[in-house]
């Protein structure tokens, strides 16, 4: 963990010349939030507007709601653009089917307008990887609907109300960068390849646009332990977590995990591995691991002393205890450490393997070898790659790979 953080401060040192006063904004790229309107319109091309709205009703959506949310996000985004703009900004926009290494490579900042998820689509896209080159995009996020949505990625919700604030401070360099650790992926097998990714942000099975990454071979006590040849990073880093279990949620997902390079293999039956960064742990991690008040209670209550004073004292604080449990959870977006979680582990019989594995810790790598009949692994709920029977990956943090922000109080 020393090595790791040293990593760190060695690379935001090299970043130190690149101060928010240094910083020359010439031009945004604004990357779109998909509504929920416009996501029935891709699903139904061939019906007018009239037509569709018909077809809403008839199942049931509130169709003036659907129409309100979408003017809400769409008014708000043309206020983004128009703030830009006064600056002097170039500004271009990009909806999620046309977001590329091209159009993002062009831009001086990247910003995402919506919520949490348009901000990792664009941080999936922004990966050094993607992009093939050593460029650091900044990325700062506004949120289209604060009311409704709690984006912990994007800026504060008071930004919502004047974003021409916002533009008008990060223009002047009165900001501080963010760097935001990120999950690098590798794969490792016998001939170095990678079968095809699926873009799961546009709701159906479309193979994501390929970015290559070469082969390399692992060293020679890399592939004896993990009976191995050659290793190849996917090009794709997660912030908030990587996520491996069977395709069917039904179905128990079968997964090998060794910790930190040490000699035992964990083996366990689960519901899926969730490996989270400190920017995830407000997300799926929590969901994971989080307790409610009632949970505090039914353990004070199962105890043999259930009835005393002290212990109906703190059932009394059953959510305070709850609250700060779950707020516990929660790690710095900076650190270099990673969370893995099991989800829903089976712990019967000889399972888990030992029975010592902890169903949740802190690391700094992780392997994990699949014994799923139809798995995935999946980066940031949005980038999906087939993980079956045999297939191999080391998850780890790298400093390098690290987001760059813009952080406004």
């Not at 006063?21 to 699903?43: D, G, M, P, W």
């Not at 703030?83 to 290494?101: A, I, N, P």
């Not at 910790?259 to 039956?269: A, F, G, R, S």
């Not at 505090?296 to 959510?319: G, T, Y």
Request: a positive charge; charged letters at 25%; glycine letters at 4%.
């Amino acid at each position: 963990m020393l090595k790791s953080k040293q990593l760190l401060q060695q690379f935001s040192k090299e970043y130190a010349k690149f101060t928010p006063a240094n910083f020359k904004l010439k031009r945004a790229l604004i990357v779109t939030k998909l509504s929920r309107y416009e996501f029935e319109q891709l699903r139904h091309p061939e019906l007018s507007p009239d037509q569709l709205q018909q077809k809403l009703r008839d199942r049931g959506t509130d169709v003036e709601m659907v129409l309100y949310l979408h003017k809400v996000h769409k008014d708000f985004e043309r206020r983004v653009v128009q703030s830009f703009q006064d600056v002097g900004c170039e500004v271009k926009l990009s909806s999620r089917s046309s977001l590329s290494k091209d159009v993002m490579s062009w831009a001086d900042v990247i910003v995402p307008v919506g919520g949490d998820g348009t901000f990792l689509l664009s941080a999936g896209r922004a990966s050094p990887l993607f992009a093939l080159s050593q460029q650091k995009t900044p990325i700062v996020g506004f949120n289209s609907d604060p009311l409704r949505s709690e984006g912990r990625l994007m800026l504060p919700k008071h930004y919502s109300d004047n974003p021409a604030d916002a533009v008008s401070r990060i223009k002047s360099g009165d900001f501080k960068w963010m760097h935001r650790s990120r999950v690098r992926t590798t794969m490792l097998g016998s001939n170095g390849k990678i079968p095809e990714s699926t873009d799961l942000f546009r709701h159906t099975e479309v193979k994501m646009e390929q970015v290559t990454t070469a082969p390399e071979m692992l060293d020679r006590d890399m592939a004896s332990k993990y009976k191995a040849k050659m290793k190849r990073i996917l090009p794709y880093l997660a912030l908030n977590e990587v996520f491996i279990g069977e395709h069917l949620s039904a179905r128990v997902s079968h997964l090998q995990l060794v910790l930190d390079h040490q000699e035992v293999v964990n083996k366990t039956k689960c519901s899926g591995l969730c490996v989270s960064t400190g920017t995830g742990s407000t997300s799926w991690h929590t969901s994971i691991n989080r307790i409610t008040s009632r949970d505090v209670d039914d353990l004070l209550r199962s105890l043999p002393n259930s009835s005393s004073k002290d212990v109906m004292m703190l059932r009394q604080k059953a959510e305070e205890i709850a609250q700060r449990y779950n707020q516990g959870l929660l790690f710095a977006p900076d650190d270099p450490r990673l969370c893995y979680s099991i989800r829903e582990q089976i712990c019967v019989g000889v399972w888990p393997s030992p029975k010592t594995f902890k169903e949740r810790d802190f690391v700094q790598t992780v392997f994990v070898k699949s014994h799923c009949f139809d798995a995935n692994l999946v980066i940031d709920g949005s980038i999906s790659y087939p993980f079956n029977d045999g297939a191999k990956a080391l998850l780890e943090v790298h400093p390098e790979d690290a987001l760059l922000t813009i952080a406004l109080d």
